[in-house]
Nanobody, 131 residues
């Protein structure tokens, strides 16, 4: 059974930093489309950061404007783990954060931030930023 397990969430004051981790089992994060989404209460899950890699090509990183310059997505192939390093956190970053993985390269390139691109999801980790 495929597992994506997030960790690293918690409570932090505005301006602080957190690093989220997403450990994968039974799937490999070395190729494909991996992403972090977040969800506010009562709202749909939205993609905020994506790392996409096909074969031996360099990974392509992309970010939603709301996190660009503050968040960094990365992965460690040896550990089969995806990361999201979050700096200069703001109260509006308070949300549940989910990692996701998908292996349809066409969907990844055309619908990078669409939930339908990703077939594997973690259970989420809560991030709370106080002012």
């Amino acid at each position: 059974q495929v597992h994506l397990v997030e960790s690293g969430g918690g409570s932090v004051q505005a301006g602080g930093s957190l690093t989220l981790s997403c450990a994968a089992t039974r799937i490999y994060l070395t190729n494909g489309c991996m992403a972090w989404f977040r969800q506010y209460p009562g709202q749909e899950r939205e993609g905020i950061a994506v790392i996409a890699q096909e074969g031996d090509q360099d990974a392509i990183l992309s970010y939603d404007d709301s996190v660009k310059g503050r968040f960094t997505i990365s992965k460690d192939g040896a550990k089969n783990t995806l990361y999201l390093t979050m700096t200069n956190l703001k109260p509006e970053d308070t949300a549940m954060y989910y990692c996701a993985a998908g292996y349809d390269w066409i969907a990844c390139s055309r619908r990078t931030y669409s939930r339908s691109t990703y077939g594997y999801w973690g259970q989420g980790t809560q991030v709370t930023v106080s002012s």
